[in-house]
């Protein structure tokens, strides 16, 4: 585990450096995926103006709701900025490279990119984290505790999305639909789904536990449905880390020669 915090910690000083070589373009979009959340947020903020709470579910929530989304995609994209590019690099060969790098097969993939987009998510859910505070609905450590399991939960269904590409070969489109798919679902109040929906909230898409479970344990914590969400984060990582180590004994070697720039 030492090991790959310090491999995640060199990874991203390289790619801060090499960010910071190309200065506009990172701005540009960071600044730009602000102003896209920021866009869709506003929907919210005006229906709000006319209606006080969607079942039980207030606009200061709603803060906390995109708080967790926006952080939890943010990091993920920062820190781990290959993850949605997992499926191409698979179907593509060019996981070659990294299977001759220790320690780990999946983590250097992973890492060894930066999407600059996601400084703005990150950005956008910390702001909407301070103006919860500044609402006094935020207890700051549990938020940061829920944050990390959050993005884990976001990251580890990023992969196993990803790595459909070991069995389905072609697995960009299908990639980005499930990733899509947890965000969208994730952007509204967990009390407007019910039935089939919310089963497949906490199931197939499991947008609930990325943003529905950790506001309502903000909002009123309780131990047993902590414990849910701390057996949820460990089983879909093995769930992940099972799913990439079986497709990986399938994967078929892109040959590929070269150096990696």
């Known amino acids: 585990m030492v090991r790959g915090l310090a491999l995640i910690l060199a990874y991203f000083k390289l790619n801060v450096s090499a960010a910071m070589e190309y200065r506009f373009t990172f701005v540009a979009q960071a600044v730009g995926m602000v102003f896209n959340d920021a866009l869709v947020f506003f929907f919210w903020w005006v229906y709000f103006q006319n209606v006080q709470q969607v079942g039980g579910w207030t606009l200061g929530d709603v803060f906390v709701l995109w708080g967790f989304l926006a952080t939890s995609v943010g990091l993920t994209l920062v820190l781990f900025g290959n993850t949605h590019r997992l499926a191409t690099i698979i179907s593509d060969g060019q996981l070659d490279y990294y299977l001759a790098l220790p320690p780990n097969p999946l983590l250097h993939p992973l890492v060894s990119r930066m999407n600059l987009s996601g400084w703005g998510d990150a950005g956008f859910g910390i702001a909407s984290f301070a103006i919860a505070m500044w609402l ?125 720039g």
């Open 136 to 260: 006094g609905i935020l207890p700051l450590g549990l938020a940061v505790v829920l944050t990390v399991m959050s993005t884990a939960i976001f990251l580890a269904f990023s992969v196993i999305a990803g790595s459909l590409a070991f069995f389905i070969g072609n697995a960009e489109a299908a990639a980005f639909q499930a990733r899509d798919s947890i965000i969208m679902f994730s952007m509204y109040p967990g009390s407007i789904f019910s039935g089939w929906a919310k089963i497949l909230l906490f199931t197939l898409i499991p947008a609930g536990f990325v943003a529905h479970v950790p506001v309502e344990l903000l909002r009123e914590f309780d131990p047993a449905k902590m414990g849910l969400l701390l057996a949820f984060t460990a089983g879909i990582w093995l769930v992940a880390i099972w799913v990439f180590q079986a497709g990986l004994r399938r994967y078929e070697s892109g040959n590929l020669i070269g150096m990696r």
